[in-house]
């Protein structure tokens, strides 16, 4: 008995010397210095970078732990911060096994601290590409999961700040919390983040099925991510990038939004809220080319669907695809998505000096491709509406043009092209229309100028170069030819300006007036035209043909004409001749030209003199001259 129990003390004792003897093998092995040797090693061999680390302290017990202050990844010497990585503090649980044999694996972590610096160059290369840096970078095996060095199970992240820089400009992210739990060799990996970007949260969950292969050229997996910022919350699913380069994947993606707004403030565009939004898309990309298959939106009351390519050809990207939608109101849609109402425009204005989308174009410098549109409205701006709108654009750098266009509207049809231009901010306009009706254009503008009819054939070849609408219309140079068919004015109770034209243009003296024909030949230089016969008109009692300016740089207007009777009878026109219509464009007066009221005078004074005989006389020789003469068409002589 006491022999077994020698035996016994004897085996207790030399399993404590085993013990011992381990724990001071582990704490040599554990040495600083020859740590912060392996950890350097282990960075230049994989990714040929610098690797320091501040102070080190290592704990076994009760399992092996390892604290490490002031570590310091370095980027490639292209970058303009010096450091990839930097942690104030990180703390690294160590699988106690291979500990004994020499090997460090690191089962946990816990980072505080944490500021990363994310880089890319004018060629594309990304900083955190760790594989690019050296021929040892890339795993013999399958990447991060069978390194002897990670084969974490846990990770835990406070208080770290992401900075992503491109083009020289910086994105700043702040990670509140992270952490991350994964099975062996980084399998079944599911995580959860409170990020923040510009004071705004976003809560970030996902799952990955295998990170084995993170970091690997091509490497992907099965997974899912979702973010959700408040309003708004976007799912992703399916094969997943887990290499910088971000190829192979294949996802589908669903947003809904009950209002945007708390995402567009995560990224820096504080706009007002939007309204409710929902969208459904698939994309995949294969051998540099990004496939967006068939997706769908709503926003507000508006719909669209369409598809798109994407292929990288060096510096550029071409885009193809198509874009189709119901009817939209740029007015509403532009509100729906969050857009400030422009400001009412001052009583005699017409144009908004609110600045346009150019940077937007230009932003687009380095892309090219080929885009169809077909919309089944468009209401504009104006109120005018355009249906069945289709259009051919094609980009080319920072210049968009829209070649062919063709649109139904005003009850007829037009075609033609627009091309744009966004670092010059220009525009040239080809334009055609047939039967577009002068009434449709008074009504669906919300003007309440009683006219019906007018059939009209416009023509104009333009170009205009300016920051927002006002700037385009002062600018605008070349031709625009406007032919109008028969229309009525109607009004019971005109004013003054309807009291004048209409006994002009009425065979009776009514309040009405029965135009014929309207011709307009304005030949634009800088917002302005000028002719001797710029504006004709033809009604079954008279015919006027002015001369003067119409000028969209001061948006007024200023013509003057004489009026000649086609019938022989006594009128306003056979008293006074001349008419003078001037003022804003956006309501100008027609009166007697005061140039020529002595005459007016004269000529009245005559035909109560003579009882008449003379205005009839007058008469008879304006009726012969208008017979032989049409000013609806002497303008484009």
Known sequence: ?????????????????????????????????????????????????????????????????????????????????????????????????????????????????????????????????????????????????????????????????????????????????????????????????????????????????????????????????????????????????????????????????????????????????????????????????????????????????????????????????????????????????????????????????NPLAWPLLASLDGTEGAIDIKLAGLVLRNGVEMKNVKAHATLAGDRLNLKPFSVELLGGSASGSLAFEGRKKSVQVNFEGSNLLLERWFRERGSKVPFNGGPMKVKATITATGDSMKALAASITGPVAIRAGPGVWASEKAGHAEDVMGSAFSAKNSTSMDFECIGASLPFVSGRAQADALVGARSPASSLLTSGYVDLREESVELRGRLKSRTGKVGLSAIASDIRIAGKLRAPHASLDPVSTPAVIARGAAAILTLGLSAKGTAEAQAEQARNSDPCEAVFR
Not at 85 to 97: F, I, N, P
């Open 1 to 353: 008995m006491k022999r077994w129990l020698r035996n016994l003390l004897a085996v207790a004792a030399a399993a404590v010397i085993i013990v011992v003897a381990a724990s001071f093998a582990l704490r040599a092995f554990v040495d600083p210095a020859h740590l912060k040797q392996l950890a350097h090693d282990k960075a230049q061999a994989s990714w040929s970078r610098e690797l320091a680390i501040g102070d080190i302290d290592f704990q076994l017990w009760p399992l092996p732990t390892l604290h490490a202050g002031g570590i310091a990844l370095a980027n490639p010497a292209w970058a303009k911060s010096k450091q990839l990585m930097t942690a104030e503090s990180v703390d690294a649980r160590l699988e106690l096994l291979p500990l004994m044999v020499g090997k460090v694996r690191v089962k946990s972590l816990d980072l505080d601290g944490v500021r990363v610096n994310l880089e890319t160059n004018a060629d594309g290369v990304k900083s955190w590409d760790l594989s690019s840096g050296s021929a040892s970078a890339k795993p013999k095996g399958g990447g991060a999961g069978e390194s002897d060095f990670l084969n974490l199970t846990a990770l835990t992240v406070h208080n770290a700040e992401l900075t992503q820089r491109a083009k020289g400009v910086a994105t700043v992210f702040h990670i509140d919390d992270a952490t991350a739990e994964a099975g062996a060799r980084l399998h079944d990996v599911r995580f959860e983040a409170k990020v923040s970007r510009n004071r705004r949260p976003l809560t970030l969950q996902g799952t990955f099925n295998d990170l084995s292969g993170l970091g690997v050229a091509g490497a992907t997996t099965d997974g899912k991510l979702d973010f959700d910022w408040g309003k708004t919350h976007l799912a992703i699913a399916g094969r997943l990038p887990i290499d910088a380069a971000l190829k192979g994947y294949a996802v589908t993606g669903d947003l809904k939004a009950t209002s945007m707004h708390d995402m567009f403030a995560f990224f820096g565009d504080n706009r007002l809220p939007t309204a409710p939004a929902a969208a459904h898309f698939t994309a995949r990309e294969a051998d540099g080319v990004i496939d967006i298959g068939e997706f769908s939106a709503t926003i507000g009351k508006h719909a669209f669907n369409g598809n798109a390519r994407l292929a990288y050809a060096g510096a550029k990207s071409v885009v193809t695809g198509r874009i189709e939608g119901g009817r939209l109101d740029w007015e509403k849609a532009l509100l729906e998505l969050g857009n400030p109402p422009l400001p009412p425009l001052p009583p005699e204005e017409l144009f908004h000096d």
